[in-house]
């Protein structure tokens, strides 16, 4: 089945513990991105990769990293999660974004202490 | 400031009717346009897209239009059913450099049996 992975799907942490969020498509995606959806504020995107090795800032990059070793993962790390990165994130990948759809994650559930 | 925005954040339909999800957006430069449906604790799902040289695309019970000289986006759903609840996003892709999709706060649909 065609599918993008998050782990884990919650977690609690307190503020300034290191952690990763994983992602994984199976669809042999160039394109990944990361998302964070706040109430109010919709979906705005943290980081984005074309392919392997390219990362992209997207609009709210501060306070995260990413990676792309390979084409089927992209974590999202929180070198030093602070409350306000306290959301719902979720991973999304496609072929090419202008032409193909865009599959997301079932989302992770985030709170920082 | 630019941004993908809606002009109603809840709609309420009966069974049966059709709905009409619209969505404003200020960037000229945008080329391609898709319309997302989040159930609750759910990730986006891809609905439909259009390109900005079509003002009209159809699918399976939805139509987008596209009517770029008001910069304005519809979302149609015809003979609207309990399973079409959920949160409507549209999104633009902005021209520029970088590859990335803004989204709307999104419109959230409750269809009444």
């Known amino acids: 089945e065609a599918q993008v992975t998050q782990n884990p799907r919650y977690l609690i942490t307190v503020t300034g513990k290191k952690l990763t969020v994983t992602c994984s498509q199976n669809?042999?995606?160039?394109?990944m991105s990361w998302y964070r959806q706040d109430p109010g504020l919709g979906l705005r995107q943290i980081y984005y990769s074309m392919n392997v090795e390219v990362t992209d800032k997207g609009d709210v990059p501060e306070g995260y990293k990413v990676s792309r070793k390979e084409k089927r993962n992209f974590p999202l790390i929180l070198e030093s999660p602070s409350p306000n990165q306290t959301s719902l994130y979720f991973c999304?990948?496609?072929?090419?974004?202008?032409?193909?759809?865009?599959?997301f994650g079932p989302g992770t559930r985030l709170t920082v202490l | 400031g630019e941004s993908v925005g809606l002009h109603l954040p809840t709609l309420s339909v009966q069974e049966g009717d059709n709905s009409i999800i619209n969505c404003a957006y200020s960037?000229?430069?945008?080329?391609?346009f898709i319309w997302y449906k989040q159930e609750s604790g759910k990730g986006p799902q891809f609905i439909i897209d259009i390109r900005s040289n079509m003002d009209k695309r159809q699918g399976q019970r939805v139509t987008v239009l596209l009517n770029k000289t008001v910069k304005h986006l519809s979302l149609q759903i015809a003979a609207t059913q309990p399973g079409d609840s959920a949160v409507y996003f549209c999104a633009e892709r902005r021209q520029g450099g970088s590859e990335k999709l803004v989204f709307g706060k999104g419109t959230k649909l409750t269809v009444n049996p």
């Open positions: 999304a990948s496609s072929q090419l974004l202008g032409t193909d759809t865009q599959y």
């Open positions: 960037n000229s430069a945008s080329d391609y």
């Open positions: 669809m042999n995606h160039e394109y």
